[in-house]
């Protein structure tokens, strides 16, 4: 089945504690991408990756890095997570690297608590 | 970089009604404006598209017009029915082939039967 996975889906952190979110796509996606979602602002992008060892700042990098060594897997590191890093994150997918006119495919969703 | 705008915030409608949603964007580069519809608890996903090069595309219910002059573009669902109930995005990219979809901040759409 052709999917984009997170994990983990649920996590309670505490300030300052290093994190990882992974995000892996079955479908040889070239395009992939992490958004994080808060209440009344949608979805803001945070970094993207056009393929493998490439990739660019979104609209909200600060606190944030990632990593694409394997075409499918695209991680997200909280160095030094905070609370204003309480969110529900969203990893995506895209065929090609005109991922602008491409179907963005979503994963589940990763609610992060940072205490 | 691109802004989008998009009302209203919330909508209620009738079973049977029509729902308008409205974006408004700032470059004028941007050539693709895509629309995500969220259910409660689930991820985004694409219910329809539209390129710069087409001023209107409909499917089934649901249409998308687009003005490139005024810069905005419209989703319309007709009939609406209460499984149209979830929080629909607009999204535009200012695309030269690659980087960022933009989206909008959301607009809750609730079908009262």
């Known amino acids: 089945e052709a999917q984009v996975t997170q994990n983990p889906r649920y996590l309670i952190t505490v300030t300052g504690k290093k994190l990882t979110v992974t995000c892996s796509q079955n479908?040889?996606?070239?395009?992939m991408s992490w958004y994080r979602q808060d209440p009344g602002l949608g979805l803001r992008q945070i970094y993207y990756s056009m393929n493998v060892e490439v990739t660019d700042k979104g609209d909200v990098p600060e606190g944030y890095k990632v990593s694409r060594k394997e075409k499918r897997n695209f991680p997200l590191i909280l160095e030094s997570p905070s609370p204003n890093q309480t969110s529900l994150y969203f990893c995506a997918s895209s065929p090609r690297l005109a991922a602008s006119t491409d179907t963005q495919y979503f994963g589940p969703g990763t609610r992060l608590t940072v205490l | 970089g691109e802004n989008v705008e998009q009302h209203p915030s919330t909508l209620s409608v009738q079973e049977g009604d029509s729902a308008v949603i409205k974006c408004t964007y700032s470059?004028?580069?941007?050539?693709?404006f895509p629309w995500y519809k969220q259910e409660l608890g689930k991820r985004p996903q694409l219910i329809i598209d539209i390129r710069s090069n087409v001023g209107e595309k409909k499917d089934q219910r649901i249409a998308v017009t687009l003005n490139k002059t005024a810069k905005h573009f419209s989703l319309h669902i007709t009939e609406t029915q209460p499984e149209d109930s979830a929080v629909y995005f607009c999204a535009a990219s200012w695309g030269s082939g690659y980087s960022t979809l933009t989206f909008g901040k959301g607009t809750m759409l609730l079908v009262s039967p």
């Open positions: 479908m040889n996606h070239e395009y």
């Open positions: 470059d004028s580069a941007s050539n693709y």
